[in-house]
């Protein structure tokens, strides 16, 4: 049924990959889109993808993979699903693009504007960046402040003045701040490690008066996958209440990830702002950010927050996001995927400890994480303590077993519907074989 997945380890051969990233890197930065899509951390080449299907990726080798980074978390029913493709040809054979109102857009906030409890009223735009940027722009607005505090690992978009000791592809190159950001922006961010309330306390101390928002990933995923400590989320809420600062989520990766209605009513902690991206779109560029009635509609043309875009609110983005909240919707979808991740990990954990590794796991919705560290992980710092060279190892040895993984230790894994439960098992034996070449090393 998937060959290539159960042949045995031989490299793989990379031929057309490798031909078209030399024709890329002199066309592109990287030969990428994108910064970690390169593979620089691991120092190998990155397959060029010819399509998806269900939780398989096929590069322009033939070679196949499992696939556990689902296009970076938007595709949680695994590649081109059937109720996803019906309904992009539908609103394809209508118009791609009309500039104008659509009813898929109010069908699309309905849904979204019901499950999340944060979230009265929204505005779409095309990228999780793009709502990052907005919610500040409207949480100054709102409290005539001009501060805001993030965590250190957390990554919220490219935007100016959250380059700081950001996770992801940031975090991936070691890039502590970006050349380009003037230093007058970055001065407005103050940062505190994630998890630790006691940190977060001294810089309210300091700086409270002037914070307009603290932006927060509430299960952080781009540094590895690292859930919140007991308490970290309801204390954010209450500093935030007693300094007047407004409380933003970034579920741009945990909405519909980790939960039906994101990380916050999973946590029952409502935040004032919430950034949404990745699923809401279902493959296609979509993102949105929302809140209260009354601070949404500072936003241009109900107030005077100026925020725009050509293409916001596309059909296309808008039927697929909607057809893909449709299915999460089925009751029996998150636990199913709860239990997928939780078999991966939990496999993950046994197999590393047999072949005598040390491994630290999590898993939270469809979202998962591991670390070559002894744990426990619960900031920025210790995710980087975890050891980069066992982790180009382990990855190597998956993708020539055909399990294709995030390129870096500091992004998290998706795991979609598609998902079966001999794809989890096929991956753990691999997995056994790849620790047991980790354990190896040295
Ligand atoms: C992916 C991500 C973003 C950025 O979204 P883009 O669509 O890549 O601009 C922002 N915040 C979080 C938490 C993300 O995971």
Redesign the pocket.
């Known amino acids: 049924m998937h060959p290539g997945l159960d042949c045995p380890v031989m490299p793989l051969p990379l031929t057309r990959s490798k031909a078209l990233l030399r024709r890329a890197r002199k066309l592109m930065p990287g030969g990428v889109s994108s910064p970690v899509r390169a593979h620089t951390q691991v120092a190998g080449t990155p397959p060029f993808i010819v399509r998806g299907r269900g939780a398989y990726l096929e590069d322009a080798d033939g070679n196949r993979y499992l696939d556990y980074v689902g296009s970076?978390?938007p595709l949680i029913l695994g590649h081109a699903p059937p109720v996803v493709m019906r309904a992009l040809r539908r609103a394809a054979a209508a118009g791609t693009s009309f500039g104008a109102p659509t009813e898929l857009e109010v069908l699309l906030a309905a849904k979204i504007c019901g499950a999340l409890p944060g979230i009265e009223q929204l505005r779409f735009v095309c990228?999780?960046?793009?709502a990052?940027m907005s919610a500040l722009r409207l949480a100054r607005a709102a409290t005539g402040r001009s501060r805001i505090l993030k965590f250190e690992g957390g990554?919220?978009?490219?935007a100016d003045a959250l380059l700081l000791e950001a996770g992801?592809g940031v975090a991936t190159l070691g890039i502590p701040a970006s050349p380009g950001v003037p230093e007058a922006f970055t001065r407005l961010t103050v940062q505190a490690p994630y998890n630790d309330l006691s940190a977060l306390a001294g810089a309210f101390k300091r700086y409270g008066d002037e914070l307009a928002a603290v932006i927060v990933?509430p299960v952080a995923?781009?540094m590895g996958c690292i859930p919140p400590g007991p308490g970290f989320l309801e204390g954010l809420r209450e500093i935030c209440d007693r300094h007047g600062a407004l409380l933003i989520f970034?579920e741009?990766?945990t909405g519909f990830r980790v939960a039906w209605g994101g990380a916050q009513r999973r946590y029952s902690v409502t935040p004032d702002l919430t950034?949404l991206?990745?699923i809401i779109g279902g493959g296609l560029p979509a993102?949105a950010y929302g809140g209260r009635r009354a601070l949404m509609e500072q936003v241009a043309p109900s107030g005077p927050v100026y925020q725009a875009g050509t293409l916001a609110g596309n059909p296309l983005a808008m039927a697929a996001g909607l057809a893909t909240l449709e299915a999460l919707e089925k009751p029996g979808a998150y636990k199913r995927l709860e239990r997928r991740s939780a078999e991966l990990t939990q496999g993950l954990q046994e197999r590393a400890a047999a072949a005598g590794v040390e491994l630290c796991c999590a898993a939270v919705g469809g979202l998962f994480g591991f670390f070559f560290h002894e744990g426990p992980v619960r900031n920025f710092d210790d995710a980087r303590r975890a050891d980069p060279a066992r982790f180009r190892v382990f990855f190597r040895a998956m993708l020539e077993q055909g399990v294709y993984l995030a390129p870096s230790p500091f992004e998290a894994g998706f795991v979609s519907l598609a998902h079966r439960r001999s794809d989890i098992r096929a991956t753990l034996e691999k997995a056994g074989r790849a620790f047991e070449k980790v354990a190896r090393m040295r």
Do not use: F, I, P, Q
């Open positions: 970076w978390g990228s999780g960046t793009e990052v990554y919220h978009g490219h992801s990933e995923g781009n970034d741009v990766m950034c991206g990745k993102a």
